[in-house]
């Protein structure tokens, strides 16, 4: 099959793993670019398929992931953010003051970190309705849907925490960003990564998930998108061992994580970006 990797658009994808949906019960394959190791699903769900998965997603994920979306789990988010902003240098005094916009906002959990941040001017933008019900009225500018809704030059900081790997059309997600963003604007961008780990773990990666994780870069392969989308990377982690809680011991987790930030597999990466001024 002749298909271009959305990432670096080399015409080099190979079919490398399979999984079955959940919603409909069919295979769908994982298909490796040769050129820069980013991964895409093949087919890409159609919308009906996506729409019906995210108006179920509170109960997907309780499956799948028990506690994820729990407001009592609010402490360890919050020590995750604090962690990845305090590694990226990002200057937490800019969410005072300037509108913050946070795309895949879910239930709100990161839009109250915001606002304990001293935050005031908040949007939030989720497609499933069932996760933004959950949201108390009356603090956020909450919208379903996309960046598409939001005026030109208007958002001073955007977070994006694990929604590139679910969109089909990345390119569009990216042209409303810029579009957004105010000149002086910073992204902070988190998102799954190939490499070493899943390359090690194949088909039982955590981050392989049919219905839900469409595209997954390598690093490699984001700079490649980042670049073509006038996009500049300030600073960059990396960390996540590939061993989620519970699977392994507690104490050897706590190495397998240690080692993968120390030594910079890991296989999540968190980006701080701005606009490329130089176009």
Known sequence: MNMRCPFCLEPALRERHTKKSLLTGE???????????????VPY?????LDAYYQQYPEIKEILNAGYLDPQGYAVLQKERDMTLQELRFPLERIKNHTNAELGCANGMFLHYLYEKGGRDIIGLDISTPLLEQIPPGRYRIYKGGLEQLPSDSVDN??????????????????HLRRVLKEEGLVVLEVPVAGWISERQGEG??????????????????????????????HTT??????????ISPLKKAFFDWAAKTFNYGDRIALLLCKDKKI
């Open 238 to 247: 990396r960390f996540g061992s590939g061993h989620t809680r519970g699977s």
């Open 205 to 234: 990666w955590r981050f392989f998930m049919a219905d839900e994780h469409l595209n997954i870069p390598t690093y490699q392969g984001l700079r490649h998108f980042l670049k073509r989308q006038n996009i500049r990377i300030l």
């Open 45 to 49: 769900p159609t919308q009906d398929v």
């Open 27 to 41: 295979i769908i394959y994982y298909y490796r670019c040769s050129a820069c190791g980013s991964y895409r699903q």
């Open 158 to 175: 955007l977070f994006l925490f694990h929604i590139l790997e679910h969109l089909s059309d990345m390119e569009s997600c990216f042209f």
